[in-house]
């Protein structure tokens, strides 16, 4: 009888047993959160291990960013360079084009010279004859 008793006794100890396991990844998860907002998470041995990998990657990101701003700035330099460059190729194709056009002018009025006609001063009028 003694025996009964003691497995009763100890049976509900193992329900109780039961119960507590059921609840400790409830509590877990919460004691997890608690450490994390605690701040205790980062006080662990496995974390306070990792920081230098922590450093060279925040390291790597803070280099990542700021070559991310360089070569946008580098890319509008070349966008300006490259509308500079066509400003200046389109004001040197009109040069081109007014300078050929001075230098006809110049081959005529010298061809003109050597026939005797020339190149008047003044604007063209009209000849009427007299009948």
Known sequence: ?????QQDIQEPSRQDEE???SQEPERKRRNWLSRILGGE???SRAVVKQIPLILLLCFYAIILVYNRYKVEDLTKAKAEAQERNNYLREARIELQKRYQESIKISQIAEMLDSTGIGITA???YELKAED
Do not use: A
């Not at 009888?1 to 008793?5: G, I, K, S, V």
């Open 41 to 43: 998470v980062l006080q």
């Open 1 to 5: 009888m003694e025996q009964e008793q």
């Open 19 to 21: 119960r507590k396991d």
């Open 122 to 124: 003044g604007p063209p």
